[in-house]
């Protein structure tokens, strides 16, 4: 393995997410957090592991106040930088989410692109329980990822290949159980040919988990959906939403 150094690897991560998850899907999804929800400005949303902040930025940019938490520091000074380049209502916030508590009430909660699924249960029920506690009576959370059993299962592939920015990226993962979990170990290979390796692990939860690990901690799920507001989960979808409500 070479020398590519954190600078480098974060740089790749945001290029690679940007080159995933195109400027069009963001824009769906602020909108449909605008309207399912009735966001306004003055309202208060929650970006967990806010990534390089393309909902917080979105939503800050209609005059939502976001709060936005992750544990990079590039990435949370990336969102400071142009939250005060534009004026916009976003604190950003470098913290791990496992023991964050947010200090101001909150209507909306969002934990996107599969980020909840790096946690196994006892820490899931951690993080679902400190969210709660900031809600409003009667706000929402919003769990967007991809490691649903139902997802996993019918579509599951041991190795992927892509090619991204001319940054080549190959994840070889193995399917576990005891708990369900996918162990990934993934390799870059930049334009140059040095390389770097990473390994990751995504915690499987079927659908009625993470029914009971929100029931457990305070929420009811309200509507899940495999295209937010448009179509409602079926197997194999190769995304979900899940909503709920804080009881």
């Known amino acids: 393995m070479s020398n590519i150094n954190d600078t480098f690897f974060d740089g790749y991560y945001k290029d690679i997410w940007k080159a995933i998850i195109p400027e069009e899907l963001t824009n769906r999804e602020s909108d449909f957090l605008i309207n399912y929800f009735n966001l306004k400005a003055g309202n208060r ?93 009667g706000g ?15 579509n599951f592939s041991s190795r992927t290949w892509s090619e991204i920015n001319g940054i080549k990226f190959l994840t070889e993962s193995r399917l ?11 390799t870059t290979i930049a334009a140059d040919g040095s390389m770097e390796q990473k390994a990751g692990v995504d915690f499987i939860y079927s659908l009625n988990e993470m029914e009971n690990l929100l029931l457990a901690t305070g929420y009811k799920i ?17 995304r979900v939403y899940i909503i709920a409500k804080k009881l």
Not at 82 to 97: D, F, H, Y
Not at 142 to 154: C, D, H, P, R, T
Not at 176 to 186: A, G, H, I, Q
Request: glycine share 6%.
């Open 176 to 186: 576990l159980f005891f708990p369900s979990r996918l162990e990934s170990d993934s």
């Open 45 to 137: 949303v929650l970006d967990l592991m806010c990534g390089y902040g393309r909902h917080a930025l979105a939503l800050g940019r209609k005059g939502i106040a976001i709060t936005a938490v992750d544990n990079l520091a590039a990435y949370i000074s990336e969102i400071d930088l142009l939250a005060q380049k534009e004026n916009l209502p976003i604190k950003a916030i470098q913290q791990g989410v496992l023991h964050f508590v947010c200090d101001e009430d909150i209507d909306l909660a969002i934990c996107m692109g599969n980020s909840l699924n790096f946690f196994n249960a006892a820490d899931t029920l951690s993080i679902l329980s400190n969210t709660c506690k900031s809600l409003k009576p």
């Open 222 to 238: 309200e509507e899940v959906f495999s295209i937010p507001g448009k179509k409602k989960f079926t197997l194999g979808d190769p």
């Open 140 to 154: 929402h959370l919003l769990i967007n990822g991809w490691s649903l059993a139902e997802i996993v299962y019918k």
